[in-house]
């Protein structure tokens, strides 16, 4: 069973940049297709990106796609999430996910059942 820890939040303003780290540990993490939701108050939880066990497979929502990537470096045990061009409306927190196979662009809808407790990102305009 794999932990996951993120990290990297902050407050930036509109047009900066932000980076996410997820630190996994517990388990073999290249095991693993990993992704990213975020949830803004009073909002549901909604995707953001996902990468499969190499970092050769990604998905984004289309809110983001273009200004967010998602990487992975497996002998670190780390996923990052870089958010460029960021607005206001990309306030939320941000939340790891893992899970134990790759499901391309079902991830969105069929998220893993390991969750870190997220990270906060405040724009502000």
């Known amino acids: 069973q794999v932990q996951l820890v993120e990290s990297g939040g902050g407050l930036v303003q509109h047009g900066e940049s932000l980076r996410l780290s997820c630190a996994a540990s517990?388990?073999?993490?290249?095991?693993?297709?990993a992704g990213w939701f975020r949830q803004a108050p009073g909002q549901e939880r909604e995707f953001v990106a996902a990468?499969?066990?190499?970092?050769?497979?990604?998905y984004y929502a289309d809110s983001v796609k273009g200004r967010f990537t998602i990487s992975r470096d497996n002998a670190k045990k780390l996923v990052y999430l870089q958010m460029n061009s960021l607005k206001p409306e990309d306030t939320a927190s941000y939340y790891c996910?893992?899970?134990?196979?790759?499901?391309?662009?079902?991830?969105?809808?069929?998220?893993?059942?390991?969750w870190g407790k997220g990270t906060l990102v405040t724009v502000s305009s």
């Open positions: 996910n893992a899970r134990r196979s790759w499901n391309g662009v079902n991830y969105a809808t069929d998220a893993g059942p390991y």
């Open positions: 517990g388990g073999t993490f290249s095991d693993y297709a």
């Open positions: 990468i499969n066990w190499s970092g050769g497979s990604t």
